[in-house]
Nanobody
Framework: QVRLVESGGGLVQTGGSLRLSCAAS????????MGWFRQAPGKEREFVAA????????YYTDFVKGRFTITRDNDKNTVYLQMNRLKPEDTANYYC???????????????WGQGTQVTVSS
């Protein structure tokens, strides 16, 4: 089992930055693919970014490439999402996810956090 707790959300102006953190509990963190999804009001949940076990490989959806960076610290059982040059359309609830199936990229993530709200004002 992996429990995920996100933090770092908040209100920021267009062009600003935020760093989200996700603390994971459980002994299998280093064997998990970690990622982030988001869901805006009235829209479907969408994939944002993923990082492999060592942190040596990452994958991003097109609309965040060059602006967002996902990293992980296996010693701290934490994954991060650095978000720069934020836009109003980035406003959403951001969810940390994890999967221990061994697949890169997992089609389904087994573990989900409760989410942290990011609001970007225009």
């Amino acid at each position: 089992q992996v429990r995920l707790v996100e933090s770092g959300g908040g209100l920021v102006q267009t062009g600003g930055s935020l760093r989200l953190s996700c603390a994971a509990s459980g002994r299998t963190f280093s064997s998990c693919i970690m990622g982030w999804f988001r869901q805006a009001p009235g829209k479907e949940r969408e994939f944002v970014a993923a990082i492999n076990w060592s942190g040596g490989a990452t994958y991003y959806t097109d609309f965040v490439k060059g602006r967002f960076t996902i990293t992980r610290d296996n010693d701290k059982n934490t994954v991060y999402l650095q978000m720069n040059r934020l836009k109003p359309e980035d406003t959403a609830n951001y969810y940390c996810v994890a999967d221990d199936s061994g697949r890169w990229i997992p089609p389904i993530y087994r573990y989900w956090g409760q989410g942290t709200q990011v609001t970007v004002s225009s």
